[in-house]
Structures are given as structure tokens and as C-alpha cells.
């Protein structure tokens, strides 16, 4: 579980990158529990600091809830 999580945030890393953010959904589903729990172990792991402001839950929306958390994440000042 968070598998594929864990290897986005080790390439990030990899790549110099150390303010990661997070979307999920708002909908509480195992899969999505899953997910997040990948990412703040893989943050974890990495050294990484945890902002949990970074952290986006949205509805699940087919056509606009990735868009409009990924907007909230970029409207963020940093």
C-alpha cells in the first residue's frame, strides 16, 4: 500500500525537490487512506518536512476536483 507514492516522492527527492505536495479526496475510502498514509511515510523516510497545508482534499469530481486542488496548491504563496 502507497507503493506508487513512495517512488513519486523518492523521485522528487531525487531531483532536489523537498516541498511536496499531496491531493486527495475528501471521500473516506480506504484507497485513499492508503494513499495519504504512503505519502507521510514516504516524506518520512525521505527527511522530508511536512506541511500540512500542502495537503489537498477535494470532493471526488471527475472533470474538476484534481484541477481545482492542484490550483489551491499553486495559488499557495511558497
Not at 497545508?53 to 472533470?63: A, L, N, T, V
Amino acid at each position: 500500500e502507497g507503493t506508487g507514492i513512495y517512488q513519486a516522492v523518492a523521485y522528487l527527492r531525487s531531483l532536489g525537490h523537498q516541498q511536496i505536495g499531496f491531493i486527495s479526496s475528501s471521500t473516506p475510502l480506504t484507497t485513499y487512506r492508503h494513499k495519504e498514509q504512503g505519502f507521510y511515510r514516504a516524506m518520512q523516510i525521505a527527511s522530508l518536512a511536512l506541511n500540512e497545508s500542502w495537503i489537498i482534499r477535494e470532493e471526488q469530481e471527475y472533470e474538476a476536483g484534481g484541477f481545482s486542488a492542484m490550483q489551491k496548491l499553486m495559488d499557495m504563496p511558497k
